[in-house]
């Protein structure tokens, strides 16, 4: 004869045919049995139940962490959004303001440079005028020189014929 399992295959007490064949066992259930088994089934719904509620519990945690994670993360996040702003606009200030004194600084550059050109350029006229005096000057002595040597040569001529003369007369 086949052996029988409780329903939910917990415990079966086995019983013996004829009392003394324990090799072809046949298991019959007790009240004790069906009460074990209710209890085991009903542990066995307990736990189920605990588990799903601890699955829930466990989730509804986590997500209570991540929505806390995300929460503080997305602070953070915010908080260094605006340092970064706050520095990117302290950085286009402090641009804007070397552009401008680096144009002020440039303009003053550029009109230093325009009166240096023009008194580089009076300097050039006035050493221009300055060589062409020194060569009229030059001229001027050069003529007042061989003017003067005529003037020596036509002396020293009548020096001599003065001389000659007087000495005609002496003789």
């Known amino acids: 004869m086949p052996s029988k399992i409780s ?23 007790t009240r004790l049995q069906d009460t074990e088994d ?3 089934e009903l542990y066995a719904k307990a736990v189920a139940e605990f588990k799903v509620s601890w699955q829930k519990h466990k989730q509804e945690r986590e997500n209570k962490v991540l929505q806390a994670v995300r929460t503080e993360l997305n602070g953070y996040l915010s908080g260094k959004r605006a340092a970064m702003e706050e520095v990117t606009v302290k950085i286009e200030k402090t641009y804007q303001n070397y552009l401008a004194q680096t144009t002020v600084v440039e ?3 550029r009109a230093v440079m325009v009166v240096i050109v023009e008194k580089q350029q009076k300097l050039l006229s006035l050493a221009v005028q300055k060589h062409q005096k020194v ?11 061989t003017e003067a040597l005529r003037h020596i040569k036509t002396a020293c001529k009548d020096y001599i014929a ?8 002496h003789d």
């Open 162 to 169: 003065l001389e000659d003369v007087l000495s005609a007369e």
């Open 135 to 145: 060569i009229e000057v030059g001229q001027d002595v050069e003529a007042a020189q």
């Open 7 to 29: 329903v939910r295959g917990i415990r079966a007490i086995p019983s013996a045919k004829n009392g003394d064949d324990h090799s072809a066992q046949s298991f019959k259930p």
């Open 38 to 40: 209710q209890e085991l």
């Open 107 to 109: 303009d003053n550059i």
